[in-house]
């Protein structure tokens, strides 16, 4: 038994080998935002130089070369140069427009049209001339010039995706495996709810740990299941 399923396994492997080759635009947006979720390994390139760095994480890429963590998010969806994030937040903030920084770098538009929005704003909403002055003279409404390009490495997350993105992708019930500390499947859950009532912990959070691939539960493991069962 043990045998006829490394041999299953291997077969997913191959398939899936062949499936990274037709990644299309969707699925790479999919893998760009679920990088930048996870926020690991990254590399940063300054564009007037040229010179290139690798962090093992976002946090600490933002941390040593005091950037903001948006800004980092902002590239790598939108390949915007310049920082935008820090206007955004003032304008949704003077204009009391919450809703447009509220995870804009997730949001459907992109932060320069978000940026846009928020400046016509300035002049079609009911505020007082010299709120609307105050705004205009106060030069946190630029984007913040900056110089980096970044590029996300995380190849750890491209090979799962391709490994499972058929069961990522599709709707209804997804089989979870539970492996213990040596690796060996101890259980077979035939849905996430069943996973879910075992762990003692909420769809959504089992749901987003396995679509991230934080796939530790203290001493357990749960991965998606690839058997015909």
Known sequence: EAEAEAEAEAEAEAEAEAEAEELDDEDKR????????RGRSIKVIDVYNNEEQIFDTHKQCSKVLKLPIEYIA???RHGHTDYLGEAIKYL????????Y???????NKSPLEI??????????????????????????????????KFECLDEEYDRYYIKYKSIIKR????????LNSKGEVIEVFKS???????LNKSKSEITSMLK????KVGRYEIRYSLRNI
Request: with cysteine; hydrophobic share 25%; glycine share 2%.
């Open 212 to 215: 991230y691939k934080e796939n």
């Open 30 to 37: 999919y893998i760009i935002d679920a990088k930048i979720k």
């Open 92 to 99: 949704s903030k003077e204009l009391r427009l919450s809703e």
């Open 101 to 107: 920084s509220n995870d804009y770098t997730n949001n």
């Open 192 to 198: 996430l709810d069943d996973c879910s009532k075992y």
């Open 171 to 178: 709707g209804g019930k997804k089989k979870i495996e539970l």
């Open 115 to 148: 940026y846009n929005d928020l400046n016509n704003k300035i002049f079609t909403l009911n505020i007082s001339e010299s709120k609307r002055d105050d705004i205009l003279s106060n030069n946190k409404i630029d984007p913040i010039k900056m110089h980096y």
């Open 74 to 76: 902002e590239n790598l």
